[in-house]
């Protein structure tokens, strides 16, 4: 049936770009109508690309709130959507793994694709091992790494719209300017967990970069991609980590089943240890549309305050300039 569906759908795709459209390099910025429409593949794409954006382009996400990029399977929507995008924006390393043809093909149609960390030198990339050959794809746990991407969009949107290139970069350096302090915020907030206590435990390994940027050490019941499947021998090992550190609290994820974390806090319990769940994290995916973690600020400031807070820190519980609100858990 899966390959039935994958036939199908590249068949669909093939008809569609049979289609024709005009390619953008026929338009002009003064035939050019606004705002022009831009597709994303993931909530935190389309984010950075409507700040750089601003009122020149409507900007859509794909991949909504919960929804897991390594196992999204593309729709016939989908690509009538991006066959009438004027330009796309994913993030690339092969995080949408199962839309990285669809991408490739829509290109070919004349339709500007960009992959936004094309920007990073891959000596900064992680090489999760056991997945060796294949860079780590989550960016943007990183803030400072996530910034370098929109040099990509602020480039991408000023060669296609030359008319409001000036536009472009002041909101691309406004944006880089808010993400300096929320990085800053993040540094402060994490160095107040005792160094004992530096343990981030997650159902899946999306948070390598924020490792590194941090000084929070990482473990993970999966592995980098969700398709990997956890089994007895890493819950196993991951409980044993868990009580040999005292870790007090491990992190559930809105974009991933917590089926195997809840196998943790049972073979921790049945070693004497009680670990407490310490909140929900957004790792693949944002908070609702329209809320406050709902934007890429948003969302990484309640990472890093629930992480301090659950694992003996000290963070503002409204978090980095007072806008978290319980009303939105």
Partial sequence: MKRIQGILFVVTLMVLLGCGGSSPETVTSAERTYPYKVICSIAMVADMV??????????????????????????????????????????????????AD????????GIRVFPVT????????????????????????DVAAWS?????????LSEYDPANAADYAANAAAYRA???????????VVSTIPENQRYLITAHDAFGYFERAYGVQVKAAQGMSTESEAGVADINELVDFMVANKIPALFVETSVGDQNLKAVLEGAASKGQTVKIGGEL???????????????????????????????????ESGFQGKLTKEEH
Avoid at 102 to 108: G, I, N
Avoid at 118 to 137: A, K, N, V, Y
Avoid at 178 to 188: D, R
């Fill in 282 to 316: 957004f790792s693949d995916a944002m908070g609702a549309p329209g809320t406050y973690r709902g934007t890429y600020i948003g969302m990484v400031d309640h990472n890093a305050t629930t992480i301090t807070n659950a694992l003996g820190g000290e963070a503002p």
């Fill in 50 to 99: 409507s700040q750089v954006a601003g009122e020149h382009a409507d900007v859509v996400g794909l991949m909504g709130e919960g929804v897991d990029p390594h196992l999204y399977k593309p729709t016939r929507d989908d690509v009538n959507m991006l066959l009438q995008a004027d330009m796309i924006f994913y993030v690339g390393l092969m995080l949408e793994g199962r839309m």
């Fill in 118 to 141: 094309e920007s990073i030198d891959e000596t900064f990339l992680l090489e999760p091992e056991g997945f060796e050959g294949h860079w780590d794809p989550h960016v943007w746990t």
């Fill in 178 to 188: 808010q993400l300096a302090e929320v990085h800053e915020y993040v540094q402060k």
């Fill in 102 to 109: 669809s991408f490739m093909k829509v290109s070919r149609s």
């Fill in 148 to 156: 370098q991407c929109i040099a990509v969009v602020e480039q991408a």
